[in-house]
């Protein structure tokens, strides 16, 4: 998937969020199913997860080269980074990683807060995503807490699938 194609991707999964999220009656934000985040712990955990990416993409690239390493893999395509999440979903059977885990539930009040943000952050990534050239998308490697290693391009990829996956249960259980 080439740059334009991938801040698209960013672009489309966060906007049918936001819309979403949005739509929703003010006092489903502070609920949730029985046991499961509630809307506005969902909401914070995609901006959780979004911004330490858009900080690492600040960074200079030697210094993510020197941290991280190098890719010793070709970059996979969007459809195997998706089935491959979705295995380590059911290997992990519903553990919550360190950045989310006892995350408080936001209140009503910080609903505009978390969206403006949450727009702010993807716009973010788009524009870095556009900006960083090839080279450093498919041979720089950031670290995912549940997929391991990852070159750029394809931890992009994988927030869109990300956010994909959260409207998804939002729209089906809440």
């Not at 999964?13 to 819309?19: T, V």
């Not at 029985?34 to 809307?39: E, N, R």
């Amino acid at each position: 998937m080439d740059k334009e194609a991938i801040a698209d991707l960013i672009e489309d999964k966060h906007s049918e969020l936001i819309i979403w999220l949005e739509k929703q009656p003010e006092d489903s934000w502070t609920q949730g199913p029985d046991g499961k985040w509630t809307t506005g712990q969902q909401a914070l955990h995609l901006l959780q997860s979004i911004k330490p990416l858009n900080r690492a993409l600040s960074m200079p690239k030697f210094l993510l080269r020197y941290k991280f390493g190098k890719a010793n893999r070709p970059v996979r395509e969007y459809d195997a980074i998706v089935q491959r999440y979705q295995e380590r979903l059911l290997d992990v059977k519903g553990k919550t990683f360190k950045g989310s885990q006892n995350m408080k539930v936001p209140i009503l009040k910080e609903k505009e807060y978390i969206l403006n943000r949450l727009q702010t952050e993807q716009k973010k990534l788009q524009y870095k995503t556009k900006k960083i050239s090839d080279k450093n998308l498919d041979n720089l490697i950031l670290p995912h807490p549940l997929m391991g290693k990852m070159p750029i391009r394809e931890i992009i990829m994988w927030t869109g699938y990300h956010v994909e996956h959260h409207t998804e249960i939002l729209k089906s259980k809440y």
